[in-house]
């Protein structure tokens, strides 16, 4: 049976396809949970905060709150079945604080009331009984006290420190990079619906069905087979909804239980500021030591991240940090020291990258330095130290077989005419004392799998009606992604069908079990495969029907543009899965795919963690004020390699969208937290996410033309996150400007991330001072 051609004009993937939600997103009939009919008797929930960074929980007050009209009553640790705990590898997090609190924000308990605004105004009006604890608040202050959710993680290559003492040149330096909310447009919400004999049906906007399917059970002391959790799609995410959607569903499925009808529970966007966990911010301490070209000859590295006050995701955000310290890079000798620091604040989580952002930004940084100091160009320095032939084996011991980074920079840098501009660019700055421009060209080499190997596994399901339409489901999650959409051209092509023709379905734990989340950015690669083996099955089913009846080969049977054709001719799609059904052929089929090749010992951090690597460039052009620190981003020229794209339009809003998202991180995104721990930046009047008028006027974003060389599903590469490591150009663009404040100095551009006005003017003013 002949595969159908995906490179014909009639394929449906290589082609920019509208996002299967799109129209019904526009015309507003696209419905997200809180759209959902609310069934009669639904009750509201809201939580109740505590107002303590650390203390000893004695009790609660509650009786002015439950006086209000339309309170029902309240729902604490006492009303919990199951588990008081979530079921994570620590189980270090309680479900609602037991004996003692742990930060400003933390869950307490709920009240429930008839309407949202009642059950939040009571919420505020609950006084909780703490006695205050000292607090650890700070990296700095967890380091001192040796304060860790997890062990620290060491990984060592070589001989670092006697590397670097026998280099001809030697820099150490410190920075910090701090956290980034992940600011989803739909907020964290969850409707709980009491099913007969135990039943449950969870309504959850979250990435991760099956362990909401998993932690409301524990938490109800039921099995699995009871709890149904269903996710049409989430109004984003980028990995605020891996974990932490799980407390909103355990919280109104408690709720429920108590009360014996469904309760939806949807955070406010303050509650869900203070509530959940962010991007890990982490400080650096770097020692280097480098040869006359710059080429790396000793790396230490040390990494202490705030994690918060539980572990959540933090031990394999951390490993992915250290796992990305390399980047595009050769280490021959590397010693990278990693420390996960308990704080009384939100427990950090997932977010966009996953770690790897704060792992390459640390070797980029330590590459513009050295540049600097022996006075060389920064892109130079950094070819010269690419992974290449010979230097081709990862501080981890994965071989790098893949590698693309030194083609792809040198068609970057050809294409965005950088030697010129950097030229233009030092003409400027040494006539204009007050705006300095920077320029910079920053790589990306992101691995593409979970790194828990189990993780790495997909199941769909196919189902072809005798009309000849389809119906697709997997166990992944739409969140604007367009997930969905990919999916939907792979089994219209698999199947020879119009686009059109295929319909998909809400993400549910009773369709495909034990799903793996939808994050690592391989949402495509897994379920999409999955979803490709499934319809594989049903096309070799009638082309071996049809071929008994026409008495040719199966192989000879091919499906295309809506025909099933055949030496003898050509019949509708629909006409022969009509006579097919009533032949008794089976037309639906379940689909599974795991990764090949992988495999990873978290103990000793060796392995193949990752199936391949997705690469990128960016050049990026800013300008800075040095009298306010003032500062934008002028220009972007992007080179990313998608392999042979499912979707080019969908591939270039993922890009364009990540590095945006990154740009916000190290330019305005700041967190800050006062003495006694409460999150002050905790709404969009004072947390800045980038908007229309951030993106620059120049922002070219080019698809590098190879497929991928793995046997990917249709040789396509992941998208999702390794577009927001680009943005760390913008991070050196603007060291590049501050540092042409004083170009005759040798010494590091200290500068903090975010790099708002008062960070910049801070890195100039002391670019500025005598050493």
């Not at 130290?385 to 790098?400: A, I, Q």
């Not at 020879?496 to 391989?522: C, L, M, Q, W, Y």
């Not at 009509?578 to 951090?605: C, N």
Request: hydrophobic share 40%; charged share 20%; net charge negative.
């Amino acid at each position: 049976m002949n595969a159908p051609d995906l490179l014909s004009p009639a394929a449906v993937c290589g082609q920019p396809v509208v996002h299967e939600s799109a129209r019904a997103q526009v015309s507003g009939a696209a419905t997200y949970i809180d759209d959902l009919p609310e069934l009669k008797g639904t009750l509201h929930a809201a939580p109740i905060l505590s107002p303590v960074a650390h203390g000893r929980l004695r009790g609660i007050d509650a009786a002015q709150a439950l006086q209000q009209p339309g309170v029902v009553g309240l729902v604490t640790a006492a009303d919990i079945p199951g588990d008081r705990y979530f079921p994570t590898p620590m189980r270090d997090e309680p479900v609602f604080a037991i004996d003692e609190v742990c930060y400003v924000g933390q869950v307490v308990g709920l009240v429930v009331a008839t309407d949202v605004n009642a059950a939040r105004a009571a919420a505020r009006q609950v006084q909780c009984d703490i006695e205050p604890l000292p607090a650890v608040l700070t990296i700095d202050e967890a380091m001192a006290a040796q304060s860790y959710v997890l062990p620290p993680v060491h990984l060592k290559r070589g001989d670092a420190a006697g590397a670097i003492a026998a280099a001809p040149h030697r820099l150490e330096g410190a920075f910090a990079v701090g956290g980034q909310e992940h600011f989803y447009l739909e907020g964290q919400i969850a409707y709980a619906i009491p099913q007969e004999q135990d039943g449950w049906t969870i309504h959850s906007s979250t990435q991760h069905p099956g362990e909401v399917q998993h932690w409301v059970a524990h938490a109800l002391g039921l099995d699995g087979h009871h709890v149904r959790v269903e996710c049409r799609r989430m109004g984003g995410g980028f990995g605020g909804k891996e974990t932490q959607a799980g407390h909103l569903a355990v919280w109104a499925a408690l709720a429920a239980r108590k009360f014996g009808q469904p309760v939806k529970l949807r955070l406010e966007r303050l509650d869900d500021f203070m509530i959940t966990g962010k991007r890990h911010n982490y400080q650096y301490r770097y020692r280097v030591g480098f040869d006359g070209e710059g080429r790396i000859l000793g790396l230490q590295v040390e990494l202490a991240s705030q994690c918060g006050f539980s572990a959540d995701l933090s031990g394999a955000v951390n490993d992915r940090s250290v796992l990305h310290i390399d980047n595009a890079y050769y280490l021959e000798h590397v010693q990278i020291d990693s420390y996960r620091c308990k704080t009384h604040t939100q427990s950090n989580t997932a977010f966009r990258g996953f770690g790897g952002p704060q792992g390459m930004i640390a070797t980029e940084a330590v590459l513009g330095d050295i540049a600097r100091h022996l006075g060389l160009d920064p892109l130079e320095v950094r070819r010269r130290n690419f992974y290449g032939p010979g230097r081709d084996v990862t501080p981890y011991g994965m071989t790098v077989e893949d590698n693309i980074a030194p083609q792809l920079v040198a068609r970057l840098a050809e294409e965005c005419r950088y030697r010129e501009r950097r030229e233009r660019i030092a003409q400027w700055n040494a006539q204009h004392p007050v705006l300095k421009r920077g320029l910079a060209l920053t790589p990306v080499k992101f691995g593409i799998s979970f790194t828990i190997t189990a993780f790495n596994q997909a199941g769909a399901l196919v189902h072809v009606y005798s009309d000849g339409t389809v119906l697709v489901n997997h166990g992944g999650t739409e969140m604007g992604q367009g997930l969905h959409t990919k999916v939907c051209q792979i089994v219209a092509d698999e199947l020879g069908v119009p686009f059109e023709r295929v319909r998909i379905t809400a993400s549910a734990t009773d369709k495909v079990p034990n799903a793996s989340a939808t994050a690592a950015s391989s949402g495509t690669d897994l379920n999409g495969q999955a979803a490709q083996y499934a319809a594989r099955q049903i096309r070799q089913r009638l082309a071996a029907f049809v071929a008994a009846q026409q008495g040719c080969p199966a192989e000879a049977v091919v499906f295309a543009g809506g025909k099933v054709i055949t030496p003898q001719g050509s019949r509708e799609f629909a006409e022969v899965t009509h006579e097919a059904y009533m032949a008794r052929v089976q037309l639906w089929s379940d689909g599974f795919y795991a990764t090949p090749k992988i495999h990873y010992d978290k103990q000793t951090l060796q392995g193949r963690p990752f199936y391949y690597f997705a690469y990128g460039a960016a050049c990026t052009e800013v300008v800075i004020d040095t009298l306010t620190g003032e500062n934008r981003v002028m220009a972007v020229d992007i080179l990313h390699d998608v392999g042979r794209s499912v979707n080019p339009a969908l591939d270039r809003g993922q890009i364009e969208g990540g590095f945006v998202q990154g740009m916000g991180w190290l330019t305005t995104e700041e967190l800050k937290w006062n003495a006694e721990g409460r999150l002050t930046t905790h709404a969009p009047s004072t947390y800045k996410i980038p908007t229309a008028g951030d993106v620059p006027e120049h922002f070219h974003v080019s698809l590098w033309p190879e497929p991928n060389r793995e046997e990917s599903v249709f040789r396509s590469k992941a998208v999702g996150e390794p577009p927001f490591m680009l943005a760390i150009s913008v991070y050196e663009a603007l060291r590049d400007a501050i540092a042409a404040v004083a170009p005759q100095r040798r010494d590091p551009v200290v500068l903090d991330a975010p790099a708002t006005p008062e960070s910049v003017l801070r890195a100039v003013k002391a670019r500025r001072a005598q050493r």
